[in-house]
């Protein structure tokens, strides 16, 4: 098989399983956003409103960039989650069409085929053959931590620090400026696309690069090609973690240490999967939290483990697969988070207290995405350990040889096939866009209602759930074509005003109206559903609401909100004098 013709049907295969993961999205792609497991679409439906931002601010050059019309007042709301302006690559798909479903989508698809792509070229790198550096390319496309998130956008991607691990076992190879230089570019893409992963990444390589570069450490010029690197991540990640660490400062961002606790790993996590498996997986015990499915499948734990034995045996492989076990280590360890403790002492409360940004991390089990690519780098060691040795042999001509070569070949693509099939994605769910046009509300506002006009969009949510924001965030969904800077919000993190404003309106209409006279609303969208019409004209005579439009097939009434009227100055008659 020629090299193109193998390069064009190792692209088409990760093609084929992107399609295949994300289905039946592809034949919906303007219309439907893959959910994966997730109960709700608060967050597809948030990072879709994310991919606009990015698009919508850069055709603006970036302008109000952080002050995204959210959780009005207050400002720099854009930091408060991942910002993901990677996505902008795909912004002419969100300026030429009318929604941006298309744009996250295609970002979507072209995430999980990279994600293929840089697994497979990193085996090949490590020199890997074909065959096995394509099962491992395809297993870490269907990385069951990326299906169970696929909800998630930014956890899918995973290419980014494939990339970077890439960069750094060439630099390692052969130390040179332009390995270095990639090496910096990858890291602060990784970082780039998802906070998570790249925070994670650094955590990661420390302790595993430092042991695979100590060849290095004496050369001056390897010391400069690494401070070039670093000073490339920091260049192209400043401008997304200054912004992050002021709002960490202002708004004094912590995370409570039970709900870390909470959504931190636990061992027997590992041994549950998302699909049916073909063994019995070992039942946790009842006494505890279980359900987070972190596990790979058990046939996969069974070949990591005899992968690592082959691993060991070839010297060839032997560097490979000991940094192979200390990322997978380490990251099994950092995503127990708290839970584990020595002597009274708290090694991950430790990193906490010295690595800035760790403090922030509030699900350590997110780990878990790089012990799955660790285990897969195990067993594809296996696949390639039954790979059949043929150096010797120049020409196939016979039937009998070609039988001979088949034979040889049968036990390595048996298992690869076997590890591909096991791991399969279930609980494929999509969120439908409701309609092909928007609501007919969502068009006044855009048409009839000046552009700083500023919007509450009732009843407010009440609860602290992810299924009880599923609403706001179609609330933030509408405002990508409205465009008007809106009261409520989503993120990863809510600022006080926020909140002040949630406990006040809580029982609207009941009360919480003179907050929005006091902070100045303009105008209030209302639920027509939850909240009749009769029942705002009794709210607290604070304010005045004045109706102003009705979607009767929305079902939603839009007023606005003016103050009262201030009273009448008495007159003094003749007899008060």
Not at 68 to 96: D, K
Not at 116 to 135: E, I, K, N, S, T
Request: aromatic share 14%.
């Amino acid at each position: 098989m020629g090299n193109r013709l193998r390069a064009l049907l190792t692209a088409l295969v990760f093609a084929a399983f992107a399609g295949q993961i994300t289905w039946p999205m592809p034949r919906a792609i303007t219309r439907e956003l893959p959910m994966g497991t997730e109960a709700v679409a608060t967050v597809p439906l948030f990072n879709l409103w994310t991919v606009w931002w990015n698009a919508d601010r850069a055709a603006a050059g970036f302008r109000g960039y952080w002050d995204a019309p959210i959780f009005y007042p207050t400002t720099n709301t854009f930091a408060f989650s991942e910002a993901q302006p990677t996505t902008v690559a795909v912004a002419p798909l969100v300026w030429s069409s009318e929604r941006p479903i298309l744009a996250y989508n295609v970002y979507l698809l072209v995430t999980l085929w990279l994600n293929g792509v840089c697994g497979y070229r990193l085996l090949r790198q490590r020199g890997f053959d074909w065959w096995p550096a394509l099962c491992g390319g395809v297993l870490i496309e269907t990385l069951p931590f990326v299906a169970w998130q696929l909800g998630v956008l930014q956890l899918t991607v995973l290419w980014p620090a494939l990339w970077t691990i890439s960069a750094l076992w060439k630099w390692n190879t052969q130390p040179q400026w332009k390995p270095a230089i990639e090496l910096g570019i990858a890291f602060g893409v990784t970082y780039l696309t998802c906070n998570y992963y790249g925070l994670f990444l650094g955590l990661l390589l420390g302790p595993t690069a430092t042991g695979l570069c100590y060849r290095h450490v004496t050369s001056v010029r390897a010391w400069g090609q690494i401070a070039t690197a670093g000073c490339i991540v920091v260049l192209l990640v400043a401008p997304l973690v200054i912004e992050q660490q002021r709002a960490s400062r202002e708004h004094q961002w912590k995370r409570e240490t039970a709900i870390v606790l909470d959504l931190s790993a636990h061992l027997r996590d590992y041994t549950n999967t998302h699909f049916p498996q073909w063994w019995e997986r070992w039942e946790s015990p009842e006494n505890g939290r279980s359900g987070w499915t972190l596990g790979p499948a058990i046939g996969q734990w069974i070949f990591a483990a005899m992968g690592l034995i082959c691993g060991l045996r070839n010297r060839f492989h032997r560097r490979w697969t000991g940094f192979a076990v200390g990322i997978g280590g380490v990251a099994l360890f950092l995503s127990f988070g708290p839970r584990i403790e020595m002597w009274g002492l708290s090694p991950y409360r430790g990193l906490c207290a010295v690595v800035p940004g760790v403090a922030q991390i509030r699900s350590p089990f997110r780990f878990a995405a790089f012990v799955q690519i660790a285990t897969t780098w195990l067993a594809v060691l296996l696949l390639q350990g039954l790979v059949p040795k043929l150096d010797g042999v120049k020409h196939i001509t016979t039937w009998r040889q070609r039988f001979v070569l088949a034979g040889a070949w049968l036990p390595a693509i048996l298992a690869g096939v076997v590890l591909m099939a096991e791991t399969r994605p279930v609980n494929r769910q999509n969120y439908r866009w409701p309609s092909d046009t928007w609501p007919q509300w969502v068009e006044y506002l855009r048409d009839e209602t000046p552009p700083e006009t500023t919007i509450v969009c009732l009843p407010f949510v009440s609860g602290t759930t992810i299924h009880e924001y599923e609403e706001v965030t179609q609330w933030m969904a509408w405002g990508m074509e409205h465009r008007r800077r809106m009261v409520n919000g989503y993120s990863g993190y809510f600022p006080d005003p926020y909140l002040y404003f949630k406990g006040a309106l809580a029982r609207f209409p009941g009360t919480g109206a003179d907050m929005l006279v006091e902070r100045k609303i303009d105008l209030a969208i209302i639920d027509r559903r939850h909240i009749p019409p009769e029942d705002i004209y009794h709210t607290e005579p604070t304010s005045t609401w004045e109706w102003l439009y009705s979607d009767d097939v929305a079902w939603i009434d839009i007023y606005r909100i003016k103050p009262p009227p201030p009273p009448e100055p008495k007159r003094e008659g003749p007899d008060d004098e």
